[in-house]
């Protein structure tokens, strides 16, 4: 078999195996609309029954009694951290996901924004002259970090080096 023969067959079996992906998941998109439908209200109670009868039947509190009530309450609160843990993160998660859009869509917005407005006027006692803008303020470097501390920041141990 010649080189350009097997990229050939190699090809009709990708061919081949999309085609069966897709197949398959039209096939999971059918089992799925129907097990939603098949679970109607008295399916849904009848199977509660069975596995409450089960439940019973079995007694599985009786594998758990020996456990002291101190551990329950320790395994609790270790569920809620971790509950509590997975939850911090996925917010986390969609807070970074909403900064890149807002990002996105602020470069978007500049590029076909009108001409600027004229700078703001200062108010009095706000300092040297107006603020710039939020990315200018986060790209400018603190200026508490050109200057030597305080007096009363200077005699906390914090400011000395070790």
């Known amino acids: 078999m010649s080189f350009e023969e097997l990229q050939a067959k190699v090809a009709r079996a990708e061919v081949t195996l999309e085609a069966q992906e897709r197949r398959v998941a039209a096939n999971l998109r059918v089992l799925g609309g129907c ?3 098949a679970w109607t209200p008295p399916r ?6 069975a596995a409450g009868f089960l439940a019973g039947w079995a007694r599985p509190a009786r594998a758990v009694a020996g456990i ?8 609790a609160g270790s569920l809620a951290g971790l509950v509590g843990t997975v939850q911090a993160a996925f ?8 900064a890149e859009e807002a990002g996105d869509a602020a470069a978007g917005a500049a590029g076909t924004a009108a001409p600027e407005s004229p700078p703001a006027k200062p108010t009095p006692g706000a300092g040297a002259g107006p603020t710039p803008p939020a990315t200018e303020r986060r790209r400018a470097p603190d200026p508490s970090w050109d200057t030597p501390p305080r007096p009363a920041e200077a005699a906390t141990e914090l400011s000395e080096p070790r």
Not at 91 to 98: G, L, T, W, Y
């Open 35 to 37: 097990w939603r439908e």
């Open 91 to 98: 917010a986390a998660s969609d807070a970074k996901d909403a």
């Open 44 to 49: 849904v109670i009848v199977a509660g029954l």
């Open 68 to 75: 002291e009530p101190a551990r329950w309450l320790q395994l």
